[in-house]
């Protein structure tokens, strides 16, 4: 008896309907997979600020959660800390960012080594930036790129290995297309799933979405979503990393600079909205980028239809 296999995630993604109707939020529309990425903190009073965000998304039963890496390398202690407790406390499935900057191969290898034997088997592995700013130069005796990182990482363990990706191509690339080669090359090493830099414009990602299809990149490639409640700070940091701020979003936030509250309301507006027509479009996948801050993505979340289920007790790792 002969069946056709599944699509492939990227495929299936690309053969449902381009746009269909909003997802309705009425509970019968399957919730979607959410992850969670936040960063280690600095000071005990940022610490307790994690553990709360973390508390409060945990009962969302995110698919995992991830927790950044500082520029060279700086927070490795701290972001090492904070996934071993998530691993230990918590009944999330924690995902370490690694990165390749002001490191040797044996420094890097040895810091998932120790992640492997705590409990940690997903890596999100990437180049890193020079801390500081300026250019890139890799490191004698180191893991030039993600690529290479990722082939090492497999060589230690059977890590799950997340990448990253640049819908609006990574600001360094020669070319687009050399980015998306760097990308295929990256999953090609065992990578299995990418996560992309945060975009405003639904058209941006499932353009690349095109792209990576056509470069025959089937490997999921989940959409990174940044809510933004302080605008100015937004416009900031997406010039450094060439993400294009459109003017539409600078007019939802106009006269409320001084506002909190009504900020994060439109914040969640535009974020919610942003993930429904990409769902619309068939993505059932999103990675959401917390900044250590629960509260609106838990009603992104809501919004989303995905509600928390009962919390089990975390297991004693053997
Ligand atoms: C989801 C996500 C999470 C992130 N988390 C962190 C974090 O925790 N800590 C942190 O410091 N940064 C983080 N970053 C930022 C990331 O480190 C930077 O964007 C960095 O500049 C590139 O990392 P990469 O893994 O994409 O690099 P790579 O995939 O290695 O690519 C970097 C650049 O080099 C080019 N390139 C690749 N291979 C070659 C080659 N052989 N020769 C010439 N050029 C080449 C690529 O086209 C690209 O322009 C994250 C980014 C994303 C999207």
Known sequence: MSHTPPPAPLERWLTGPRFAALPARDGGHK??????????????VLDQQLWHC???????????????????????????????RIVRETTLAPAAHLTCVNATRDEIDAVARAYWQVGVRHIVALRGDVPGGGGYVPRPGGYAYAADLVAGLK?????EISVAAYPEVHPTALSPEADLDNLKRKLDAGATRAITNYFFEAGTYLRFLDRCLAAGITAPIVPGIMPVSNFAQAMKFSASCGISVPGWLGYLFEGLEEDHDTRRMVAAVVAAEQVRVLQASGIDEFHFYTLNRPDLVYAIAHILGVRPGPVVPATTIA
């Open 54 to 84: 973390i508390r409060r998304l945990e009962p969302l039963a995110p698919r995992f959660v991830s927790v950044t890496y500082g520029a060279g390398g700086s927070t490795q202690a701290r972001t090492h800390a904070t996934v071993s």
């Open 155 to 159: 060589h230690i363990a059977n890590f």
């Open 31 to 44: 919730a979607p997979e959410l992850s969670f990425e936040f960063f280690p903190p600095r000071t005990e």
